[in-house]
């Protein structure tokens, strides 16, 4: 399986509600967010609220999410 159907899998399990498959995401994706909030933003008590706000909207917003 490659990274992309891994994602995909993931992705679709975290839209019904699967909190591991969410958990996965984030262990992927959350340094890369937080570097890019550090960036932005230039504090790391800012870029770490961020990127715990980023999260908690793609939980609530993923069972919308298309792929796109």
Do not use: C, H, P
């Amino acid at each position: 399986m490659n990274r992309n159907d891994s994602e995909s899998r993931l992705i679709r399990a975290a839209q019904k509600g699967d909190r591991e498959a969410f958990s996965q995401l984030y262990r992927t994706y959350s340094s890369r967010v937080y570097t890019l909030a550090l960036r932005m933003s230039g504090n790391s008590f800012s870029a770490e609220d961020l990127t715990q706000d980023v999260f908690i909207r793609i939980w609530d917003k993923i069972g919308s999410f298309k792929g796109k």
